[in-house]
């Protein structure tokens, strides 16, 4: 097949390009051009530089290429989706829509954007989503107009060129720029004897997806011609609380010490945590498992070991802002804490 990833060079991406290439796939890649993923791409991939803003511009480029399937791993916006649509018609045979579990209601009630009672059990494709449009608008002024329910709705309705939506979770791995396990592994490192964490946080519940597991499943439904019109949800099958999210990683580094669940009011500031954890987001993944055969290809140890791996060997710039042992120090003092 011959496949077109808009994006493929930050996080997601290169794990996804490479696969699909292993597979013996005719890649080609657009982006800005800026991303130093774009670099370490393998051999034989096509490269087209552009800006997403004018993707129009590079009609000419993509209908020489001729790609089967377009994957979007970026459509940030109600406009994005449209002008993907809108250039892909008659020159691809599908579109696969990266979009995420924000979509939901019960993400929403976690960021308190969304009212209401707090939805039990695992989020199915067909849970209620959110209601509130522009969820990041006076937050983040770079994703003013970010709304992946609108992004789904262009995509899936459009009359002739077929859609499909991967809905991912907190996807971590070699590459994520956000390093969200990275605050906990430095404690460890760094041989703290215990971790502090908000009682509440410590229970909540959130799906994960290890990266090179999601490009299996990014791969998979590429490859799927019964993925044309479906959404999907991938990830991980139990969201883990987060305490025991903790304690994966501290298996993978060996660490002996305790994660102390504290209550928010005993704890310094930045440690409690602003989000309705009563409200838990766990996917239900059964469907792409059922209809295109996913698995992950490592198991949650690998996973979490190739992780720590790249962690350790890049770690954030922002070290400094991350850790306050003094602070902590002077509460696990007042807590009596052994």
């Avoid at 490479?18 to 890649?29: P, S, T, W, Y």
Wanted: some cysteine; overall charge negative; glycine content about 8%.
């Amino acid at each position: 097949m011959k496949v077109l990833f808009l994006g493929g060079t930050r996080f997601i991406g290169p794990h996804a390009v490479k696969r699909m290439a292993d597979l013996g796939h005719e890649i080609a890649v657009y982006n800005r051009g800026q991303s130093p993923g774009g670099n370490s791409l393998p051999s034989g991939v096509t490269q087209f530089t552009g800006d997403r803003a004018r993707l129009d511009e590079s009609r000419n480029a993509f209908r020489e290429f001729a790609p089967d399937v377009v994957v979007d791993l970026f459509p940030y916006s109600e406009a994005d989706a449209t002008q993907l649509m809108e250039t892909f018609t008659g020159i691809s045979g599908r579109v696969v829509a990266i979009s995420s579990c924000d979509v939901y209601q019960a993400f929403g009630r976690v960021n308190r954007i969304e009212s209401g009672p707090v939805e039990e059990g695992p989020l199915t494709e067909q849970s209620p989503l959110c209601e509130t449009r522009y969820p990041f608008q006076g937050a983040r002024a770079d994703r003013s107009d970010y709304d992946k329910v609108l992004v789904e709705q262009v995509v899936m309705g459009h009359e002739s060129l077929p859609g499909t939506i991967l809905r991912l979770p907190m996807v971590y791995g070699p590459g994520d720029y956000q390093h969200r396990l990275y605050p906990y592994l430095q404690q460890m490192r760094d041989g703290r004897s215990v971790i502090l964490m908000d009682e509440r946080f410590a229970s909540w519940r959130w799906s994960r997806g290890y990266v090179e597991d999601i490009a299996e499943a990014i791969s998979l439904t590429v490859l799927n011609d019964r993925a044309a019109g479906q959404i999907y949800h991938v990830g991980e099958e139990t969201g883990l609380p987060m305490a025991e999210w903790v304690e994966r990683i501290a298996a993978g580094v060996g660490w002996k010490g305790k994660i102390i669940p504290v209550p928010a009011a005993d704890l310094p500031p930045h440690l409690v945590m602003d989000i309705e954890t009563r409200q838990h987001i766990q996917l239900d993944t059964s469907k792409i498992r059922h209809e295109l055969g996913y698995r992950e290809r490592f198991s949650p140890e690998e996973a979490m070991s190739r992780t720590i791996e790249w962690e350790s060997a890049n770690p954030p710039e922002n070290i400094a802002g991350m850790i306050h042992y003094t602070a902590e120090d002077e509460w696990v003092a007042r807590l009596g804490v052994k």
